[in-house]
């Protein structure tokens, strides 16, 4: 899935942006100014490279201009792949789109913005690297089938002629599940859950991820869900 840099020093809108960007597929690591944001890019350069980079105009340390100006003459000297970057800037702030795009910005977009046209915007520029994300319309293990933008679940029945069971869910239940029916057959650590349905800036127990699996496992079967001792949870891929 595409790994994306946020540089936003608001933490609470960057634990907003997180938690839906994690949602829609990509990969999200949260940096908070400019010099941080310059030292991550060369930190992960060479190994593993970010395909994306939301980018906050005003930044502390560095300003987000200073840090897309660095960028992207450090490409030029090294004749290396500069990573794609969405600028964000304040409303009204035209300068900073003019000189954020002269100065070799994929694309803009301006605060407050709709998750939507962040979402637009993102993919445009990914198709234009190749690496957009393609999710799937359905997940499906066993009996369940999690219909994604209509954020459905039911439970099917072959052997009774009856219609699917559709199964109330919470927001959380339903991002934890989904995150089980993608990762079917992966051991996933309380932390990792954690990080990738709540985000990484919001304080939630352990034991809290243990409630919501007994949820799961109350509205979908006690085999469902399995605890690994030691290490976390697996959902098992399961013939219906």
Do not use: C
Not at 122 to 140: D, F, G, H, S, W
């Amino acid at each position: 899935m595409p790994k994306i840099l946020l540089v936003e020093d608001d933490k609470e809108l960057s634990k907003i942006m997180q938690l839906e960007l994690k949602h829609e597929g990509f990969e999200v690591y949260p940096v908070y100014d400019g010099r941080q944001a310059l030292d991550e890019v060369a930190a992960k350069q060479q190994t593993e490279p970010y395909d994306l980079m939301l980018l906050d105009v005003m930044l502390p340390k560095v300003s987000g201009l200073e840090v897309l100006r660095k960028l992207r003459a450090q490409a030029e000297t090294t004749n290396q792949k500069s990573v794609p970057i969405i600028l964000v800037t304040a409303r009204g702030e035209t300068i900073d789109k003019v000189d954020g795009l002269n100065s070799g910005a994929d694309d803009y977009i301006t605060k407050p913005f709709k998750i939507e046209e962040l979402l637009a915007r993102i993919n445009a520029v990914l198709r234009r690297t190749q690496a957009v994300v393609t999710k799937p319309a359905e997940l499906k293990n066993g009996t369940i089938v999690m219909t994604i933008d209509e954020m459905k679940v039911v439970k099917t029945d072959k052997k009774k002629a009856t219609p699917p069971e559709q199964i109330e869910l919470s927001k959380n239940e339903f991002f934890l599940l989904k995150l089980f029916l993608e990762n079917q057959e992966k051991i996933l650590s309380r932390d990792q859950i954690i990080q990738l349905v709540w985000g990484e800036d919001y304080y939630i127990e352990e034991n809290s991820v243990d409630v919501y699996v007994r949820h799961l496992r109350k509205k979908f079967g006690e085999d469902i869900i399995k605890t690994v001792r030691g290490m976390g949870y697996i959902m098992k891929t399961q013939t219906e």
